[in-house]
């Protein structure tokens, strides 16, 4: 099970964390990612990671403002996310992978293995 934290309401320019932890099995040898799903649109890849941590992708609407990292002693993911905008909206969604995260940022939401529920975040102008 997958539960993702940390949303709330922030204002254009500011920072939020959220974190995914994993409980009932261990995901430290799966890839993990982000999506995120705004209102009346379709879910979609915000950024993955490796099992190690190594390796990190992002798609080009949030590259240089989120990271992505992970803890696996605490079975957890997190998504720092700098410099919000407006359409930074979203519901975020954690998920873990059985393909590496290269594949899972090409697959989309048709690569996810186990999804999480949603944390709100909200960024007003």
């Known amino acids: 099970q997958l539960q993702a934290s940390g949303g709330g309401l922030v204002q254009a320019g500011g920072s939020l964390r959220l974190s995914c932890e994993a409980s009932?099995?261990?995901?430290?040898?799966?890839?993990m990612s982000w999506f995120r799903q705004a209102p009346g649109k379709e879910r979609v890849f915000v950024a993955a990671?490796?099992?190690?941590?190594?390796?990190?992708y992002y798609s080009d609407s949030v590259g240089g403002r989120f990271t992505i990292s992970r803890d696996n002693a605490k079975n957890t993911v997190y998504l720092q996310m700098n410099s919000l905008k407006p359409e930074d909206t979203a519901v975020y969604f954690c998920?873990?992978?059985?393909?590496?995260?290269?594949?899972?940022?090409?697959?989309?939401?048709?690569?996810?293995?186990?999804w999480g529920k949603g944390t709100q975040v909200t960024v007003s102008s």
């Open positions: 009932g099995r261990t995901f430290s040898r799966l890839a």
């Open positions: 990671i490796n099992w190690s941590g190594g390796s990190t």
């Open positions: 998920a873990a992978h059985a393909v590496p995260p290269e594949a899972a940022q090409a697959m989309g939401i048709m690569g996810v293995e186990y």
